[in-house]
């Protein structure tokens, strides 16, 4: 059974730094694994998709990586400002049959001014 | 484009009531799914479905019931709330793989 663990719960950063969120996952036959943004009493924003065959993307001052031998994905954040607060989730998509994404529990950034 | 509506946004029942949250959307996606959210327990699939007239059971689908009836629209219906439905509801639709999600809708049973 796939688990996705993402470590740590909570980060506090300052303004300006560069930051990595990690995402680790059991079982590395895994379709794609998704990067999303939540805001307090939102719902979840697509930020990186990054398929079984690619080892990163990059989308502005975000860059993810992926290693499925290590079964670990990383979101480099660049350059934070106090707009990146939120909670940031990884998921992953497993092959086969299985519709579901399975998610970590996320992280929760806050960058201070 | 409004990508994925869902309401409503908040809702209280008392337990035994019935309510059916709407999700609807308008980017043509055959895949729709719903999740529920929930402290310490993560995002959890309650059903999906691959296209209209389709529907299948994710990892927690008691005392929910799904339909789709078109590509647009994937009700979610309680037929008896109880507390343990206590959530807050998202629905999701998909393409090439990507996952797209509502804002959410808060329910509590009381």
């Known amino acids: 059974k796939q688990e996705v663990t993402q470590i740590p719960a909570a980060l506090s950063v300052p303004e300006g730094e560069n930051l990595v969120l990690n995402c680790s996952f059991t079982?590395?036959?895994?379709?794609?694994l998704q990067w999303f943004r939540q805001d307090p009493g939102k719902g979840l924003t697509s930020l990186l998709l990054?398929?079984?065959?690619?080892r990163e993307q990059t989308s502005g001052r975000l860059n993810a990586s992926l290693d499925k031998s290590s079964g670990r994905s990383t979101l480099y954040i660049a350059a934070s400002q106090p707009g990146d607060s939120a909670t940031y989730l990884c998921a992953v998509k497993d092959y086969g049959g299985a519709q579901k994404l399975v998610f970590g529990q996320g992280t929760r950034l806050t960058i201070n001014p | 484009n409004a990508g994925v509506t869902q309401t409503p946004k908040f809702q209280v029942l008392k337990t035994g009531q019935s309510m059916t949250l709407q999700c609807a959307q308008d980017m043509n996606h055959e895949y729709m799914s719903w999740y529920r959210q929930d402290p310490g327990m993560g995002l959890r699939l309650i059903h999906y479905?691959?296209?209209?007239?389709?529907?299948d059971q994710g990892e927690v689908p008691n005392g929910y019931n799904v339909s789709r009836s078109t590509t647009e629209d994937f009700p979610l219906r309680l037929l008896s709330a109880a507390p343990s439905q206590t959530s807050v509801y998202f629905c999701a639709s998909r393409a090439g793989g990507e996952l797209f999600f509502g804002e959410g809708s808060r329910l509590t049973v009381l």
């Open positions: 079982d590395s036959a895994i379709y794609n």
């Open positions: 479905s691959v296209g209209a007239g389709i529907t």
């Open positions: 990054i398929q079984s065959s690619q």
